[in-house]
């Protein structure tokens, strides 16, 4: 049962893990946007001030994350005509992104709670509550890591293959189709900017895994030898 409890524990880890490495490039890294508008004449593109169009990001991300019912109200100068930003095929699409994130939320909310009764039970079982969770959060994110090394070169071979079949994956419609001739959206977040948030979240879904593996590996060197060695002592008297 031990085994059993620490791996589900592990799993929420690696939950926990996924959903915030998704989550901080998306609405916390405002200078990341920023960078990639900049780097790519966005705001020439589709002829909006920088600081308008971060204002329409701002007011985007608000929406993904629940804190902004509609985008209908969301109005710009585009070209100097002061007009609703967000065509009704965007937004129908935004919808569909919203309802991908509000799920991912609720994965997220789900693992961290999940994760704290498991700990309780550990703790009411008087299982060692560490070592269990250093060992099996080891070898989860060790076996993730794994994964991802081969889905990150499967993505890169093939971009846009890759792209195609996440959007037919996770979307039931063809509202993900945009126009770049027409549609603002996808002049402000060009498949190239994906590819860059795609590695972002790659290096943050390396970085998190590689400390928890490493501070586990470090606790159970120095803490599982020394318990080792006490109960051995303790026996010879």
């Excluded at 991908?100 to 509550?129: E, H, K």
Aim: charged share 15%.
């Amino acid at each position: 049962m031990k085994w059993i409890v620490g791996y589900l524990a592990a799993i929420c880890v690696l939950l926990l893990v996924v959903s915030q490495s998704i989550f901080i490039p998306t609405f916390h890294s405002m200078p990341f946007f920023r960078w990639q508008f900049d780097m790519r004449g966005v705001s020439q593109t589709i002829g909006v001030e920088k600081e308008e169009l971060m204002a329409v990001t701002v007011e985007l991300l608000d929406y993904m994350r629940g804190r902004r019912d509609e985008l209908y109200s969301i109005y710009a100068t585009v070209n100097g005509e002061y007009r609703q930003f967000f065509s009704d095929i965007e937004i129908r699409h935004m919808i569909d992104v919203y309802d991908l994130y509000r799920v991912g939320f609720v994965i997220r909310n789900i693992s961290f709670f999940l994760l704290i009764f498991l700990i309780l039970t550990m703790a009411y079982f008087q299982f060692p509550i560490l070592t269990t969770l250093a060992r099996c959060s080891r070898e989860v994110l060790a076996l993730f890591l794994l994964l991802l090394v081969l889905l990150a070169g499967v993505i890169a071979w093939d971009f846009d293959h890759s792209f195609e079949m996440f959007h037919l994956m996770f979307f039931d419609n063809d509202y993900w189709i945009l126009d770049p001739r027409v549609d603002l959206l996808i002049n402000m977040v060009p498949q190239g900017f994906f590819i860059h948030i795609s590695i972002y979240i790659g290096l943050l879904l390396i970085l998190f895994s590689a400390v928890i593996i490493v501070v586990s590996s470090l606790y159970l060197h120095y803490s599982v030898p020394r318990v080792i060695t006490t109960r051995s002592a303790a026996r010879r008297y």
